[in-house]
Structures are given as structure tokens and as C-alpha cells.
């Protein structure tokens, strides 16, 4: 049985057993992530982490800060919204052995491995990545992010940003405030935060539904060619049948 993050930093003396204890308590509890909990506590760093998982599992570090860029046959084998949605970047393609590399924060997740293997038809080689790079990466080489949000600051660093000031653009979407006022501004800030949100939300479940009907698509397509190797089918007249009834169906939409 693997070892999971928190018994990996317990047994490297990281954090204790009853910070370790207290950490899966509210993880369970909130439905968080047993290495998000010690990190936001400061038991831990995300580079602890990190270094604990890849010393541990025996894994390579995913260079994020030095990869500028990705072959986009590479980030094709992986939905935009599966990428984000599952902290999953495919870095490079192996053309010699097919082994496919990819970044994730937990290199021993069996679940997700096997889904990346079904997903991509590639063996899988893991790198390990800082959960907050690695989201920033994802929304770069996918979502067209600056390059700099690679390098995200921490939420809590994010809240002490501050906004600038002494615009005459009122704009509320470009600089996330209407007035001088420490209250416009956060609720601007709020608006846009929950815009952003939604769209996300959005793309996301387009990309499930894309998703869906590509696999049905190459479903059918096996179904077909299986029924027509055993006779059953006839490729030609199937495919006059679907153009006709394609045909039928435009004519009556139009009238």
C-alpha cells in the first residue's frame, strides 16, 4: 500500500503525528486535500511537499519554471477542461518508446494514471508538481494565461495585492474597482472573481460534453466497422442512408 502525502512528511519528519492528525481531521471535515490543510497551517511548504513526494516515490520534478514551451500534439491529448479540471499537463511525448510525461501533484494517484492512460493511449510517466505552478501552467499553455501567472502567488498573498489607483478608467473589469473607495473595489473584485467562476464552470462543461460525444462518435464508428466485417452492415448503403436522411431533415428545417 502507497504511502499517502501526510505519512510521507511524518516519516521525514516534516510535520508531527499530531499535526498530521488534526490535518486529516479537517480535511475530512471540509472536503480539502490533507497537503492543503498543512500548508495553509504553515506544518509545511508546497516545495516540502514536493521534495517529500518525489524522494519518496522515486519521481522527477516537473520543471515548470524552465518549460516555455509544449508541442501542441503533446497538449492535445489532453481536454482543456480535463487538464484543469483533474491538475493533469502533459510535457512531452517519448517518440521512441510512446511514454508520455506528465505533470500532477500526486505521481502515485493510480486513478488518475490509469484515466491518462486511457485517455491518451501513451504509458504514463509522472513528474511532480506545486499544485499552484502547476494550475498556473495548465491555464497558460491551455487558456492562453501570461506567462508570469506561472509563477501564482499564494491566496494569501493574493488578498495583499494591491489595486491601482489614480485611473480615470472606470472600467470595474480592467482594473476590478469603480471608485477610490476600499468597498467598490472588493465588491468589484467579488463580480469579476464570480464571473471568472462561471465561465470556467462553463467551459468546463463544454469541453465534458465535447468530450462525451467524441467517444460516442468513436464507439459508433467500432460498431460499424465490427458489424460490417461480420456482414451485417454495408458500409456504402449506410453512409447514402445518413446523407439522405441529413438531407431530409436540412429540407425540412429550411421549409
Not at 33 to 55: D, F, P, S
Not at 79 to 100: E, H, I, M, N, V
Not at 163 to 189: C, I, K, M, N
Not at 229 to 239: E, F
Amino acid at each position: 500500500m502507497r504511502k499517502r502525502i501526510g505519512e510521507i512528511l511524518l516519516s521525514a519528519g516534516v510535520i508531527d503525528e499530531f499535526q498530521l492528525r488534526s490535518a486529516l481531521a479537517e480535511a475530512a471535515r471540509w472536503g480539502k486535500r490533507v497537503g492543503e490543510v498543512l500548508v495553509t497551517h504553515g506544518h509545511c511548504t508546497e516545495e516540502q511537499i514536493l521534495e517529500g513526494l518525489a524522494n519518496q516515490l522515486g519521481v522527477a520534478i516537473a520543471p515548470l519554471s524552465s518549460t516555455t514551451a509544449i508541442p501542441p500534439r503533446v497538449l492535445r491529448l489532453l481536454p482543456p477542461a480535463f487538464a484543469r479540471d483533474k491538475q493533469a499537463l502533459p510535457l512531452s511525448l517519448d517518440g521512441r518508446t510512446g511514454t508520455l510525461e506528465v505533470a500532477v501533484t500526486d505521481p502515485a494517484g493510480y486513478e488518475l494514471l490509469d484515466e491518462l492512460r486511457f485517455r491518451t493511449g501513451h504509458e504514463i510517466r509522472p513528474l511532480v508538481a506545486i499544485g499552484s505552478e502547476l494550475a498556473a501552467a495548465i491555464d497558460h499553455f491551455y487558456f492562453g494565461a501570461p506567462r508570469e501567472r506561472v509563477a501564482a502567488p499564494s491566496a494569501r498573498e493574493a488578498l495583499a495585492i494591491d489595486l491601482p489607483e489614480g485611473d480615470s478608467d472606470p472600467d470595474p473589469f480592467e482594473h476590478g474597482l469603480e471608485t477610490g473607495t476600499v468597498s467598490d473595489a472588493g465588491a468589484a473584485r467579488t463580480g469579476v472573481a464570480r464571473l471568472e467562476g462561471r465561465v470556467m464552470e462553463l467551459q468546463a462543461q463544454l469541453d465534458r460534453a465535447y468530450g462525451v460525444l467524441r467517444e460516442a462518435a468513436i464507439a459508433h464508428r467500432a460498431l460499424v466497422a465490427e458489424l460490417a466485417a461480420r456482414g451485417h452492415v454495408d458500409r456504402d448503403s449506410l453512409a447514402r442512408r445518413v446523407q439522405a436522411q441529413k438531407t431530409t431533415t436540412g429540407d425540412g428545417e429550411r421549409g
